[in-house]
């Protein structure tokens, strides 16, 4: 599995719906599981960000697509970036010349 972070932002229409965000984050969670990524948790955050959420996933393109169909409900805007785990760090260092 690869780990990612998403750092997101409401949209209008998102702020609009805020009450009904524990459940969007559920439903969001369970759409999650039926493609084999696994949200690891979300956090309301302060700042220049409105949450951030760390997930596993099988490979960049299952979480494309799952950040895509995110962004298609028009509730959040998204920046994806792919998080090395420590192991996965200690193996690119140790190929370096």
């Not at 780990?3 to 559920?26: C, F, H, R, S």
């Not at 760390?54 to 697509?65: G, I, R, S, T, W």
Request: charged share 25%.
């Amino acid at each position: 599995m690869a780990g990612y972070i998403v750092l997101g932002k409401y949209t209008q229409e998102g702020l609009e719906n805020i009450k009904d965000m524990p459940e969007i984050i559920a439903k969001h969670k369970e759409n999650c599981e039926k493609m084999g990524i696994r949200l690891i948790g979300t956090w309301c955050t302060m700042g220049a960000f409105d949450f951030v959420s760390v997930y596993d996933a099988p490979d960049d393109l299952a979480m494309a697509e799952r950040v895509l169909n995110t962004a298609r409900a028009g509730m959040v805007t998204t920046q994806t970036m792919r998080a090395l785990s420590e192991e996965e760090f200690a193996q690119v260092v140790g190929q370096l010349p």
